[in-house]
């Protein structure tokens, strides 16, 4: 009778294991996929840093890009201050410079001047 007993609970010991695997694909979905999505944001942010970039440090210091290096950015938080803070430092951007790309060459600017 104990035999029958413990028999009949196969089914049962699937299911702990399913709970567990159905726990950890919510909490993929809910918490581990929306923090890696941020972490890339926040990488593409700083790789786009550039001079004249107003931004604002994750201290909540406002200042404008003056450098930047591999790992590094320099600000100027006023005028005459500059500061030195890790790229990962930067919290957002919070207006953009204007980047100016030419597609045309420069020699045809030259020859009309002289000219």
């Known amino acids: 009778m104990l035999y029958a007993a413990a028999g009949g609970g196969g089914a ?11 726990l950890f694909g919510v909490m993929y979905f809910m918490m581990i996929r929306p923090q890696q999505k941020r972490r890339r ?15 604002v440090t994750i201290g909540g210091l406002y200042g404008t ?26 919290a957002r951007v919070v207006t953009q410079a204007e980047r100016v790309e030419s597609t045309e060459p420069l020699s045809e600017d030259v020859e009309t001047v002289k000219e």
């Open 41 to 55: 944001e926040a990488e593409r942010m700083q790789s786009a840093l550039g001079a004249g970039d107003e931004v």
């Open 12 to 22: 049962g010991g699937l299911t702990p294991i399913l709970m567990i695997a159905l």
């Open 65 to 90: 890009v003056i450098g930047v290096d591999d790992d590094t950015v320099l600000l100027e938080v006023a005028p005459g201050v500059q500061t030195r803070y890790a790229r990962p430092a930067i």
